[in-house]
T-cell receptor, first 116, second 114 residues
């Protein structure tokens, strides 16, 4: 049972480079989301999706793009990396948009990103 | 504005003793609360939750207490074990006009000493 799979686990970028963080889930969850974890800031929502073809912004969306062409995949794109985007990124999913705050979120193991 | 606060960045407890992790919130519309546990190099995993209609929920060694008047919740771990060493996040959620809001605290790093 794979759950939520994130790749890569580590990435180093130079300022201005672009890249895509991959996220896939095999639980047929409707809701998928991206969080970033920074020291002293907890987990902050970047973007989320309530189903294929539907995405919306979270708390800190600037500098990031998402798309959801299938139920399983929810990639996060950094358009032009900046040092402020150095962080640990987590993908998370739940059965539905409602259940994420009433039941639980399933998290991937994270991507540690450094932007130089 | 930090709507969910965990004011203790770290906590150190002796094995076998009680660990108490605290969480405060400011938005009275929050009506469901969750605790997540995170080990290094892993994603957070769900631990326990509580609805605002309750003031206590217990699951084995873990108990969450909710004090709505004080806007405060706490996670008690009894007895504490070395495997409990992790970062603990509290989270609060609300549904307002059909829109769900879920906010995480900053996390508390718990270390259980043998």
């Amino acid at each position: 049972n794979a759950g939520v799979t994130q790749t890569p686990k580590f990435q180093v970028l130079k300022t201005g480079q672009s890249m895509t963080l991959q996220c896939a889930q095999d639980m047929n969850h409707e809701y998928m989301s991206w969080y970033r974890q920074d020291p002293g800031m907890g987990l902050r929502l970047i973007h989320y999706s309530v189903g294929a073809g539907i995405t919306d912004q979270g708390e800190v969306p600037n500098g990031y793009n998402v798309s959801r062409s299938t139920t399983e995949d929810f990639p996060l794109r950094l358009l032009s990396a900046a040092p402020s985007q150095t962080s640990v990124y987590f993908c998370a999913s739940s059965y539905s948009e409602r259940s994420r705050g009433r039941e639980k979120l399933f998290f991937g193991s994270g991507t540690q990103l450094s932007v130089l | 504005d930090q709507q969910v606060k965990q004011n203790s960045p770290s906590l150190s407890v002796q094995e076998g003793r009680i660990s108490i992790l605290n969480c405060d919130y400011t938005n009275s519309m929050f009506d469901y609360f969750l605790w997540y546990k995170k080990y290094p190099a892993e994603g957070p995993t769900f631990l326990i939750s509580i609805s605002s209609i309750k003031d206590k929920n217990e699951d084995g060694r873990f108990t969450v207490f909710l004090n709505k008047s004080a806007k405060h919740l706490s996670l008690h771990i009894v007895p504490s074990q070395p495997g409990d060493s992790a970062v603990y996040f509290c989270a609060a959620s609300s549904i307002i006009q059909g829109a769900q809001k879920l906010v995480f605290g900053q996390g508390t790093r718990l270390t259980i000493n043998p």
